[in-house]
T-cell receptor, first 116, second 106 residues
Framework: KAGVTQTPRYLIKTRGQQVTLSCSPISGHRSVSWYQQTPGQGLQFLFEYFSETQRNKGNFPGRFSGRQFSNSRSEMNVSTLELGDSALYLC???????????????FGPGTRLTVT | KDQVFQPSTVASSEGAVVEIFCNHSVSNAYNFFWYLHFPGCAPRLLVKGSKPSQQGRYNMTYERFSSSLLILQVREADAAVYYCACPNQAGTALIFGKGTTLSVSS
């Protein structure tokens, strides 16, 4: 079974631009969560989608948004990029949303975003 | 505030047993999850649960608000970042610690 895939793997953008990252979950998984990883901050939860609906949202500004399609693929968008948005963005998929089942998440390798 | 705490770095020697400690402040979280992350690769779930458990060389200890990951016979190839996580108070998402970077010397 193919794992979680994320595209692109690397991205360089300039301040003020916007970016869209893509995540394809494991076949059959309907929940997709997004995380931001930065040095010293670990993995910070951005949001979770299940059946095309955002279920949960972390403490990030409105510049960070996402969506999920009917095939469970998800996209994350960051508008008006800032230098501090440089990070590794990870997505994870699971069969069911949140809660105790949230532990059965499978991560993708991430998209490394650099904002200059 | 829901938080997970773990040391930023741990150093060990090859062949030793290394312990990475974690504790949380979530009043109704009962499960711990330990992930391994090599740079450039997807984080991988090592062990999880609400009681002591073992998966190969990885042992997880369990107390109500704390857990330790024990790696037996540690190798240089085990050098990576280890994350501890637990469900948030609402039970809707995982909260991760900031990660522990393990270094292993030969």
């Amino acid at each position: 079974k193919a794992g979680v895939t994320q595209t692109p793997r690397y991205l360089i953008k300039t301040r003020g631009q916007q970016v869209t990252l893509s995540c394809s979950p494991i076949s059959g998984h309907r929940s997709v969560s997004w995380y931001q990883q930065t040095p010293g901050q670990g993995l910070q939860f951005l949001f979770e989608y299940f059946s095309e609906t955002q279920r949960n949202k972390g403490n990030f500004p409105g510049r960070f948004s996402g969506r999920q399609f009917s095939n469970s693929r998800s996209e994350m968008n960051v508008s008006t990029l800032e230098l501090g948005d440089s990070a590794l963005y990870l997505c994870a998929s699971s069969l069911a949303p949140g809660g105790e089942r949230a532990g059965e998440q499978y991560f993708g390798p991430g998209t490394r975003l650099t904002v200059t | 505030k829901d938080q997970v705490f773990q040391p930023s770095t741990v150093a060990s020697s090859e062949g030793a047993v290394v312990e990475i400690f974690c504790n949380h402040s979530v009043s109704n979280a009962y499960n711990f999850f330990w992930y391994l992350h090599f740079p450039g690769c997807a984080p991988r779930l090592l062990v999880k649960g609400s009681k002591p458990s073992q998966q190969g060389r990885y042992n997880m200890t369990y107390e109500r608000f704390s857990s330790s990951l024990l790696i037996l016979q540690v190798r240089e190839a085990d050098a990576a970042v280890y994350y501890c996580a637990c469900p948030n108070q609402a039970g809707t998402a995982l909260i991760f610690g900031k990660g522990t970077t393990l270094s292993v010397s030969s």
